[in-house]
Nanobody, 121 residues
Framework: QVQLAESGGGLVQVGGSLRLSCVAS????????MEWYRQAPGKQRDRVAT???????NYADSVKGRFTISRDNAKNTVYLQMNSLKPEDTAVYYC???????????????WGQGTQVTVSS
């Protein structure tokens, strides 16, 4: 099993910055993509950013130019640097990864518990 633990959320004013972290732990053989999603109250969970094992990145249009995803493979950690935050960025942010827990284990997706980000005006 793989566990994900997010941290770094909080309350920030419009235009401010936050850096989220997500650490993967447990029985990890390999990690493929790592992603950040977010879910605002009453809305569906949407993908925010993706980073592949090779470091290629992809962003939702709503965060391009403001958010940066990165990863430290040695630490099994993915980060989300969020700048120029807006009230519409308020949501619970979730980490998701696709990983294998053993050499012959299939790739599975795993989710973290989420961390709240609130942007106040």
């Amino acid at each position: 099993q793989v566990q994900l633990a997010e941290s770094g959320g909080g309350l920030v004013q419009v235009g401010g910055s936050l850096r989220l972290s997500c650490v993967a732990s447990g029985s990890i053989f390999s990690i493929s993509s790592m992603e950040w999603y977010r879910q605002a109250p009453g809305k569906q969970r949407d993908r925010v950013a993706t980073i592949t094992s090779g470091g290629a990145t992809n962003y939702a249009d709503s965060v391009k130019g403001r958010f940066t995803i990165s990863r430290d493979n040695a630490k099994n950690t993915v980060y989300l640097q969020m700048n120029s935050l807006k009230p519409e960025d308020t949501a619970v942010y979730y980490c998701r990864t696709v990983a294998a827990s053993g050499a012959t284990a299939p790739l599975r997706q795993y989710w973290g518990q989420g961390t709240q980000v609130t942007v106040s005006s």
